[in-house]
């Protein structure tokens, strides 16, 4: 079988891996931004092997070495040093102030030792005449040597096998890059934030917006829904946006309590109420409702739907009872199979892989089974006595199922499946937590916001069971309100009353890149009621103050722009600048 064309999917696709191996990260998420959004559903993503990219090319320099070395009949001829792939010039470490190191010439003396460098490693591919390229790299004067010049720049070794291919460590120092001729420091975020206002369209609506969510891989439609209503929007660039009133509710008994696209974008389902019983429709991507589910006698709070299936769990609660229900789009039975009731009242629910979903409630967090059924499994009573975990995020790595809770109102956060605890994480009441999408099997990355004006970022080293606050951003001694990381995990997004703060967590310190600010006199004036916040999938108070504003807000599929509920306005927020 013969060899597919090779495309620009599949150069990009090395690129891409390559700049993740080498640890620059933040090239590596602006190539995927300009390119492609999720390099890994490539079909050939699963059968690229580790450090690709620099094995194909030190075995394409040994066949340009082997094409070398041989005249037109085949028979085999002597090398000069212009015949070399990246001409005969020496390529030395340290022959020039910020010149550029190739990862050929980054070499350790010992795995656990990192940062020396070796004086025998291939030159452009090739070793140098009358040196052995296989020599003991432990040669006391050459350590001695190697040594004094790596002391102010250490590096992270790679390993080059009996194949010549070469085994680049995971961390890797950012290169320098040249601009104007001369090498300079490599800057991906501008140094002073950008102001996104000018690039920002405003939606007015009637009422106040409760929910936003962007269509799953379309960056084109975006939904908000407010207590009385729920309206799509099409989005263009060459017109103005269209929006579809798909529900409007009179003040009442009636009223929309939360919504929820499917994994793929094809359904948006939509929970209303009225008086202790909750229903459920189904509508397209036109707005047209294409299916009505059975009632639940219960008020309707979270919708969560499975990142890789059609199954759909409803929380349903009642006076401090709360019903789990599984509902499966797929075979849209004429009934809900029996819930699973748990006697607390549920304020947060999240997946966890296709099996599990933790949810959370007062005193306690519940791990459920999910199948065709959902059943409660375990149960994680709180090491804080009556604390409410108004909060949960989950992540399934290759080798842990992690859940993570928080506690608004006594700024706590809990880790039950690995018994972590962070008593008074902040000094006010927490806001929202959010799980970065970028992570490894033994170590995530989850936010924190807080009414104490403050964003933190954590560290969780799963294996060991510890964490580390590694960032502790500010919004200017305003209250957060609500907040997420991008769909990419290049940007963490947090909103106070009337503006945004967007940081670059992969920079030192978290960079902040870019603020948005309403300019909406509404804002200022805005009801002191409004306190319900939807975007961490709840409704109701959730550790929120009665004197915060709600807000919500949402990414879309290419983590290119922000959708931003605010009192009756929706801003959508472009960040490609």
Not at 98 to 107: A, H, R, W
Not at 216 to 228: F, I, M, S, Y
Request: with cysteine; charged share 25%; aromatic share 8%.
């Amino acid at each position: 079988m013969a060899q597919p064309d090779l495309t620009s999917h599949h150069v990009n696709y090395l690129i891409w891996r390559y700049l993740q191996e080498a640890g620059h990260g933040d090239a590596a998420v602006s190539l995927q931004r300009a390119w492609f959004p999720d390099p890994q559903t490539l079909p050939f993503a699963p059968y690229i092997k580790t450090h690709a990219l620099v094995s194909l090319v030190q075995k394409g320099l040994q066949y340009h070495e082997l094409e070398s070395s041989l005249d037109k009949e085949g028979n085999r001829k002597s090398i000069s040093p212009s015949d070399y792939f990246f001409g005969p010039e020496p390529f030395e470490i340290g022959a020039k102030a910020g010149s550029v190191k190739s990862p050929d010439e980054v070499v350790g003396t010992d795995p656990d030792s990192p940062g020396q460098l070796a004086r025998d490693r291939p030159v452009n591919g090739h070793a140098e005449p009358g040196k052995d390229s296989r020599k003991d790299e432990t040669d006391s004067d050459e350590f001695m040597e190697d040594k004094a010049q790596t002391e102010s720049q250490p590096d992270t070794p790679d390993h080059m096998d009996e194949d010549g291919d070469v085994s680049m460590a995971e961390e890797i120092p950012e290169l320098p890059t040249l601009e104007n001729g001369e090498s300079s420091s490599a800057q991906i975020a501008p140094a002073k934030p950008i102001d996104l206002t000018p690039d920002t369209a405003l939606l007015n609506l009637d009422h106040h917006v409760t929910h936003v969510a962007w269509r799953p891989r379309d960056p084109t439609v975006v939904v908000g829904a407010g207590d009385l209503f729920c309206s799509l929007w099409k989005l263009s660039m060459s017109s103005e946006p269209v929006q579809k009133r798909i529900v409007e509710l009179k003040k009442g008994d009636t009223s929309v309590s939360t919504v929820a696209w499917d994994a793929i974008g094809e359904k948006l389902a939509v929970a209303t109420c009225t008086e202790d019983r909750g229903t459920i429709t189904m509508y397209n991507v036109n707005g047209d409702a294409v299916d009505l589910l059975p009632e639940v006698p219960r008020l309707i709070t979270g919708l969560h739907w499975a990142t890789g299936s059609s199954q759909l769990v409803v929380v349903a609660s009642n006076h401090n009872v709360s019903e789990l229900a599984l509902w499966d789009d797929s075979r849209r039975p004429d009934v809900f199979p029996p819930p699973q009731v748990i006697e607390n009242n549920i304020y947060d629910l999240a997946w966890c892989g296709r099996n599990l979903a933790f949810a959370s409630g007062d005193g306690a967090v519940y791990q459920c089974e999910v199948d065709n059924s959902i059943r409660l499994i375990k149960t994680f009573p709180s090491p804080r006595d009556n604390a409410t975990w108004e909060f949960i995020r989950c992540v399934q790595t290759e080798s842990h199922s992690v859940a993570i809770a928080a506690s608004g109102l006594s700024a706590s956060i809990w880790i039950p499946t690995h018994d972590i605890f962070i008593p008074d994480a902040h000094k006010d009441r927490i806001t929202g937590i959010d799980i970065s999408p970028q992570f490894d099997p033994h170590r995530i990355e989850f936010a924190s916001f807080s009414a104490d004006g403050k964003v933190k970022v954590w560290q969780v080293n799963l294996d060991i069971k510890d964490y580390t606050n590694f960032h502790q951003l500010s919004l200017d001694s305003t209250p957060a309100i609500t907040g997420s990381f991008s769909p990419d995990g290049y940007a963490l997004g947090a909103a106070s009353k009337d503006g945004l703060f967007i940081w670059n967590t992969g920079h030192p310190g978290g960079n902040l890149m870019s603020t948005w600010t309403a300019t909406s006199p509404e804002v200022k004036k805005e009801e002191p009621d409004r306190m319900t916040n939807g975007q961490n999938g709840h409704h109701g108070q959730n550790g929120h103050s009665k004197s915060d504003p709600h807000r919500a807000l949402s990414w879309d599929a290419d983590g290119k722009r922000l959708a931003y509920g605010f009192d009756k306005q929706m801003a959508i927020i472009n960040l490609q600048r």
